[in-house]
T-cell receptor, first 114, second 110 residues
Framework: GNSVTQMEGPVTLSEEAFLTINCTYT??????LFWYVQYPGEGLQLLLK?????DKGSNKGFEATYRKETTSFHLEKGSVQVSDSAVYFC?????????????FGTGTRLKVLA | DVKVTQSSRYLVKRTGEKVFLECVQD?????MFWYRQDPGLGLRLIYF???????EKGDIPEGYSVSREKKERFSLILESASTNQTSMYLC?????????FGPGTRLTVT
């Protein structure tokens, strides 16, 4: 079945450091891939997505590239800010069934220190 | 902007009580979802609905039921709450493959 594996956290970085959060997936077919962010006390917000191989999703300085050959969708940001402290979830959507159900990773907590 | 609202942010219930969690979306989305979020386990799908009165079990439906009488509203029901249902509950609605989440309800069962 489909699955998503994320690197375990917490990840602690200093402001302006480079961020990578690893995400790999197992899926039949051609899923869409997503990164969601959850700030303290809030629900999840869509950060970025990619719908096919070699697509790059980007938003708010974050980027991730859909790599079919390595089944990966790693999240990167060149210079993190304190306000990026949150939990980040990688997810895939089974687009073939028509229900668009998601499979989520377990989440990675990021803490950015000033 | 899409708005998904949940009836309570925090809820405390006793073991054996019947619990209703309400979710409302304002964007006429066909699909709605209920998840629970637990540390180290991420989000797990309880039930989803792809139309009024239509529902399907997710990965962990045991101990839960749902109701969707109107397109904008999707309710999660705990028939007889137990302590292992203490969790954060998140509702979402979707437009094709993008899901939009409510703020969550943190439920404590004592």
């Amino acid at each position: 079945g489909n699955s998503v594996t994320q690197m375990e956290g917490p990840v602690t970085l200093s402001e302006e450091a480079f961020l990578t959060i690893n995400c790999t997936y197992t899926a039949t077919g051609y899923p869409s891939l997503f990164w969601y962010v959850q700030y303290p006390g809030e629900g999840l917000q869509l950060l970025l997505k990619a719908t096919k191989a070699d697509d790059k999703g980007s938003n708010k300085g974050f980027e991730a590239t859909y790599r079919k050959e390595t089944t990966s969708f790693h999240l990167e940001k060149g210079s993190v800010q304190v306000s990026d402290s949150a939990v980040y979830f990688c997810a895939l959507s089974d687009t073939t069934s028509g229900t668009y159900k998601y499979i989520f990773g377990t989440g990675t907590r990021l803490k950015v220190l000033a | 902007d899409v708005k998904v609202t949940q009836s309570s942010r925090y809820l405390v219930k006793r073991t054996g009580e019947k619990v209703f969690l309400e979710c409302v979306q304002d964007m006429d989305h066909e699909n709605m979802f209920w998840y629970r979020q637990d540390p180290g386990l991420g989000l797990r799908l309880i039930y989803f609905s792809y139309d009024v009165k239509m529902k399907e079990k997710g990965d962990i439906p045991e101990g839960y039921s749902v109701s969707r009488e109107k397109k904008e509203r999707f309710s999660l029901i705990l028939e007889s709450a137990s302590t292992n249902q203490t969790s954060m509950y998140l509702c979402a609605s979707s437009f094709y493959d993008e899901q939009y989440f409510g703020p969550g309800t943190r439920l404590t069962v004592t």
